[in-house]
């Protein structure tokens, strides 16, 4: 697959006259200029024998330095089909019941509003148009409507047509463009061609709403939504001819106006003029903010019952930075997370072990090479030894079979673990719903704690568990029955739950019981003592079932606390978290948020990090040995906000003729400073000064 | 500038000889303006031993400050600085002096001497705030014979030493203290040591008068397209084998990019230099690891620089990959249509088939960077079964898109940092002339238009001496009102700007008996426009105003050929 440079520079002469043509299909180099094949012709020889089964290719390349096999890259690509495939159902199911509200909403306001109901005697203005407030969540407009459209077009109903504000350049261009979406929505394009020919009488040009008339006629349209997806770039002027021209032809065409607005209706509505304004009856629906739908999303991604890959704290913490500050939409987040799947699966050879692969398939060598070497096998085999177990450890070391057998053994309790670790994380959640009053910590916030292992003494479980002593029997039960089920497995609780019940129903008139921590069971005294009032608290004397109910109070904290500290483990500290925990901040953060303005200014500033040099580099010299445009930013760094040309082309021929003396061909630096100099003017960062002749003002600053 | 260079040729030339002596002299200066001011010779000994460590260290900090990478150039002198130092120790003296009397007020006003004697002298390195030095200037002013006879030859010594060491004598009674003209040009732009960025930006752009050096390239050939590619050639790149491996690592990517097409995403290659090989090494690679045992994929190339590139064309084309021989004859003008029929196309072709793969270079070139054109490559990457990568070579391409678009665009961007040159992607030579406002190189500056000229009917040629008399003279009146002008005239302010009426000149050519009606008029200025002789453009009240894209020297040269010839 390499092109070796002898080869490169051949295809590039060949190229020559492809580097001007605006755009080209491309063209296989391997076959002579001369052939002339054209690709359309190859393409119906294909079409012959393209009917043969899908080829299985392989996506992954095979790793451990390419001695992986095949079938072990097979299986990673499987085991990331697979995994995501599940997550990736999870995700839909979630997007489509957030909207689900909207959606059933805006349907019946479509379906329910029709121009029948319209009445020319009382000028009763029909409903003709919904305003859907988007809010920063721009992506779920897109997929209410695409949602929309399918509901309607199973009923047979209708359909949406959806406009743009790049497609409404003026009047004409608009309809006609309305009324080919309308048409090919159903038909198809050749359908469209189709209608647009074969017709009776005189033929209508593009743009002729009689065109569309037709078509509703023909197929009996009962609703034809047409949404407007970002209403406020559209020319208010071409916004009010369209509306009063689609009103003028409400009687015939059902048409029903949707309008997407990202900023508020008041704002929207401002912009139009008057008479348009007055054309627009209709109602208003609300999208749901995106942080939420986000939230949801991750706890099902995470805390699933049988998850075997999560995403570490440091990748959390990157999608909510994310999320929260740009205005991100769940599915920009659910690709992250994707992404961050993929990047799991396609570079860590192990993570094929997250398949469960007979052993015998595993080029067991290499791979057991790679579990050694792991930072987390060494520190289990020090644990191993400290504990005395030092035989064991002498077995995984030296037993390939032994190491494979006691990965996966390890590896199913530990994913065991990382379940309970976000069972707990949920469990803390469902409390915090009852013990906190105000602010609401989120699920996501717990994960980042947990998963850095810090959720068990951070102050929020604390508080938490404080402020559950003083919880009376009401609340309690009440909070007991929103915790998960799958607690009640243990003894323990199911015992105390029991025991309260019990408690209750020995003392049914008292009340709600209350414990001893409660405010309202202990006393203020005040005693002047030297003439200062002392407040000293003091316990009242309870009644007996509330101190049986403090009791076990106590020990469901003592419980919870035990629970919480055995399963609140860091999972950087699990024996082979390296394979179902992806932790990486970089391969993601990188590709979502490029700095591409930092990578370039280090690339010109110190070009000898990505060039790796033979000769020796001295840190911060310009030398002849760069490439010219890197001389020259680094010169234009040190010069003033206004650079005199003149004196920056000595100064960069001073750099090549110390470098080279004699040997110095000036013409030829001086296309090096034309070039440079061309590449920083595409870079944007100098222009031409009208300060002085022959002088460059500077427009970006390094760092800044 | 100028002095010191002409001066470091002279330098480099006798280094050897002439530095020791001038190190003698100075010394020997130094000794006497001890002698002549220090009224207690004793308490030198005292000073000696505390003077000494600094007179030695003091030059190397000198060295460190200045030691810029222009040193060999002879920009920079370090020796006289150092120089300058370790004379300028003797002020320090007088603290012992006044130690020995301690007066308050003469006490502060000694250190304000010395403080401000530091301030002129370390102005070079320091780059000191205007206001510092003519604080300093003030208190030195005021002084008394004593500080007179100190700062003298001090000064002297540097800068005279730096223009011509044998005028030194005669020249420095006249001098006062204080620096010489042109001595505040030479702050460096470069502050010292390490700042960050953002105090960098506001040291580099304080307040004060423009301190560059009034050079110009007028006296440098520039170069020609013809001498610019055939310097090119000749030329070796040091870094070859470097940028080979780094494109040779990029390489190792192209699966990991497949991959990444494969599960939707589209991709965005950023970062320095050229990556239009890069992405034929890629399309490369995607025929023939594609291409063997399925059809072969469609892959369509856009080279975003290309000048009149439209987006139209763009989707034609991948509709044309696409459909092959089923493509409708008629495509639709709107750009939108295009893509619609592509989209339609694509939703009903067989599910197995290849996806269309679409490889953009430089998607932020200028013909592409429209809000308008980047919204429809957004809506054609969002289209199910289409590939898209694209590349990026400015520094700040994200703000081309807003959030919808770039949730269209459903980017993953990497890093691929190549050093290629841009040498397909930007005209080099038409660039710099541009941006040095010397548009006019295009048609072969002077000679091009004269050669032009020469094609062209004697009317013609009338009316251009005519514009080009109009337009010499328009420039000498701005001159006289143009504070800005450099002295020289030379330059003159940018010739885009000087321009004349439209109406103004067709008035003054029918008055010449050069056009007879305005139609004859436009067919000679198009003929100009043609050969790109004159530019054209409308002025702030509408007005179309004419102007010739070259500088002044080669209007005058023009127009002594056309009136001569």
Known sequence: MEIDGFDAEVLESSRDKSQSQGVYIYQPTQQGKGAGERPSKRRKVASTDASEEPKNHQSFAPLLNGDENAECVQLRYDIYKQLWSVQKQKIKGILEDVDAGVLMDVLSFVRNTSPQTYDPILAKEPETSALVTVGSNVSSLSRLLSRLNDQLAATGDGGVVVLESGDAPNLKTTLKNIIRAAVTNTEGNDGYQKFLTDRAGPRLLGYDLDLLHDYVQRKGTKKLVLALRDSEAFDPGLLTDLLSLLRSWLDRIPFTVLLGISTSVELFEGRLPRSCASLLQGRHFEVQEAGNCVD???????????????????????????????????????RMVKYAYMSHFFANPLAVLLA??????LPQLRICEAIRNLPSFRMFCEDLVQAGFSKEVRGLLEDDQYLLQQTSKHLDTNQQKMRRLFQVVLVIHACLQHTQSSKKTSVSDLSIRALSGELGESPIVEEMLATMKTLDSEKLMCLLNSLPRALFNDAHFSAIQHDIQTLLQTYPDSGPLRSEYNTNSSVVKTTVVQQRVRLSKGKAKLPEQDLEYTKIIDRLVAILQEYFAEILVNPQDLFLHELFLFDLRNPLKETFAPRPRFAIERALASPFDYLFSSFDVTEG???????????????????????????LWQAF?????????????????????????????????VKNSRKKTDHLAKSAWMGL | MKRKLSDSGLENDQSLASTPKRQRKTLGQTNGARNGHASNPPVTNGDASYELPRGQSTPKKANGVTATSLKESGLKTPTHKSKARSLFATPTKPKSVAAATPTRAKNADRSAKKKSARVLFEQDEDGAWDGSERLAEEILQDDDAEAEKLGEPVTDSIEAGAEQPLAKDTKAPKRRAGRPKGARNKRSPTPEGELPAHERYFFQNRAGPVKTSNMTLNKVPLLTHEEYFEKLRQYVDPCRDEKEYLLALHHRSFPQWSFEFDEGFNICLFGYG?????????????????????????IVIVNGYTPGISIRSIFATIATAVLGDELPAKLGSQPTEVLELLQSALKTRPAHEEPVTVLINSVDAPPLRRAANQALLARLAATPRVRLLMTADTPNFPLMWDISVRDQFNLVCHDSTTFSPFAVETDVVEEVHALLGRKGRRIGGKEGVGFVLKSLPENARNLYRLLLTELVSVMDDGHQSDEEAPADGTGGKSPDEVGIEFRLLYQKAT???????????????????????????LDASGMEVLGVPLSRDEMEGVLEDLVLG
């Open chain 1, 296 to 334: 949801r999303i991750y706890e099902a991604l995470q805390a699933d019952l049988t998850g075997r890959l999560w995403l570490g704290r440091n990748i959390t913490s990157t999608l909510f930075e994310r999320s929260s500050d740009f205005f991100q939409s769940p599915e920009a987040f659910s």
């Open chain 1, 356 to 361: 469960n692969p007979a052993s015998t398939m």
């Open chain 1, 621 to 647: 010299k310009i030398s002849a040995k760069q490439p010219a445009t890197a001389i020259l930013y680094q010169l234009y760094l040190e010069s003033g906000a206004l650079v005199n040309v003149h004196d």
């Open chain 1, 653 to 685: 021929y001073a750099v090549f003729e110390s470098d080279q003396g004699d040997s110095c061909d000036e013409r030829v630096v001086m296309t090096l400073f034309y070039g440079a100099l061309s590449e920083l003017k595409a870079f944007g960062v």
């Open chain 2, 274 to 298: 050229s990556k239009r090989k890069l992405v034929q090494q890629f399309a490369d690679w995607v025929y023939t690891y594609r291409g063997v045992s399925s059809t072969p994929p469609a």
């Open chain 2, 511 to 537: 008055e010449e008996f050069i056009a007879s009606s305005e139609m004859m008029f436009r067919t000679l200025l198009k003929e100009f426009h043609d050969h790109q002789m004159i530019t054209s453009r």
